[in-house]
T-cell receptor
Framework: TQLLEQSPQFLSIQEGENLTVYCNSS?????LQWYRQEPGEGPVLLVT?????EVKKLKRLTFQFGDARKDSSLHITAAQPGDTGLYLC???????????FGTGTRLKVLA | DARVTQTPRHKVTEMGQEVTMRCQPI?????VFWYRQTMMQGLELLAY????????DSGMPKDRFSAEMPDATLATLKIQPSEPRDSAVYFC???????????FGSGTRLTVV
C-alpha cells in the first residue's frame, strides 16, 4: 500500500514568514498533485507535477517534484493569512489516475 | 464555474439505517471518485469510476457500502446498515482522468448516532 507522509503535521507562523511543506513516499509516482482545503469545503487543486525534478511556480507558491518521483515539496514565500488551510499532496502510480492522499499539513498564518 | 454537486450536505441518522449520498459530476467528466475524510485517517479513497464502470472499490467495506453510477450525471454511495464508525465527511470528485486533476464537491457530513 502506497503511503504519503507529510511534514510537518501542523504549522503556525506569522504573516510574512516563509515555509516549506514536505510530502514523502517509498513509492514512485507518475504524477503528484497538491491541494488546499478550507473548513467545510472540498480540496481545491493547486498544481500537478509529472516530471522528476520539475519545479512549478504559482505566485508565492513553489512546487518541486523529486528527481526520483517519490517526494515533493511546497514552499510558500511571505505567507499571508489567506494561505491558512489544510495542504494535501496526492500521488498516482504509473498507469492509473487513482490518487492517494497524504496525511496533510495544517497551516495557520497569523496576522 | 462548473462544480460538483453533492447532496445532502449534512445527514444525521441512527445506527442501522440506510444512507444514500448523491453526487452530480461536472458535465463531460468521465472519472468519478468517492473519498471519505476523518481526522484520524485523513482522506481515504473508497471507489472510482471511469465512464461509469467501477475501476477500483478496494477501499470500500463491501459488506455495507456500495457505489454506483446509474447514469453519467449521477453517482451514488450507499451504506446499509450504517454504523457510528461511518461518521465522516464523504467527498465526490470528478475529472477527465488526466493530469489536469479533479474537482471536489463540498462533501456530505454524515453523523451516525
Amino acid at each position: 500500500t502506497q503511503l504519503l507522509e507529510q511534514s510537518p503535521q501542523f504549522l503556525s507562523i506569522q504573516e510574512g514568514e516563509n515555509l516549506t511543506v514536505y510530502c514523502n513516499s517509498s513509492s514512485v509516482f507518475s504524477s503528484l498533485q497538491w491541494y488546499r482545503q478550507e473548513p467545510g469545503e472540498g480540496p481545491v487543486l493547486l498544481v500537478t507535477v509529472v516530471t522528476g525534478g520539475e519545479v512549478k511556480k504559482l505566485k508565492r507558491l513553489t512546487f518541486q517534484f523529486g528527481d526520483a518521483r517519490k517526494d515533493s515539496s511546497l514552499h510558500i514565500t511571505a505567507a499571508q493569512p489567506g494561505d491558512t488551510g489544510l495542504y494535501l499532496c496526492a500521488g498516482a502510480t504509473s498507469g492509473t489516475y487513482k490518487y492517494i492522499f497524504g496525511t496533510g499539513t495544517r497551516l495557520k498564518v497569523l496576522a | 464555474d462548473a462544480r460538483v454537486t453533492q447532496t445532502p450536505r449534512h445527514k444525521v441518522t441512527e445506527m442501522g439505517q440506510e444512507v444514500t449520498m448523491r453526487c452530480q459530476p461536472i458535465l463531460g467528466h468521465n472519472t468519478v471518485f468517492w473519498y471519505r475524510q476523518t481526522m484520524m485517517q485523513g482522506l481515504e479513497l473508497l471507489a472510482y469510476f471511469r465512464n461509469r464502470a467501477p475501476l477500483d472499490d478496494s477501499g470500500m467495506p463491501k459488506d455495507r457500502f456500495s457505489a454506483e453510477m446509474p447514469d453519467a450525471t449521477l453517482a451514488t454511495l450507499k451504506i446499509q446498515p450504517s454504523e457510528p464508525r461511518d461518521s465522516a465527511v464523504y467527498f465526490c470528485a470528478s475529472g477527465l482522468g488526466t493530469v489536469l486533476g479533479y474537482t471536489f464537491g463540498s462533501g456530505t457530513r454524515l453523523t451516525v448516532v
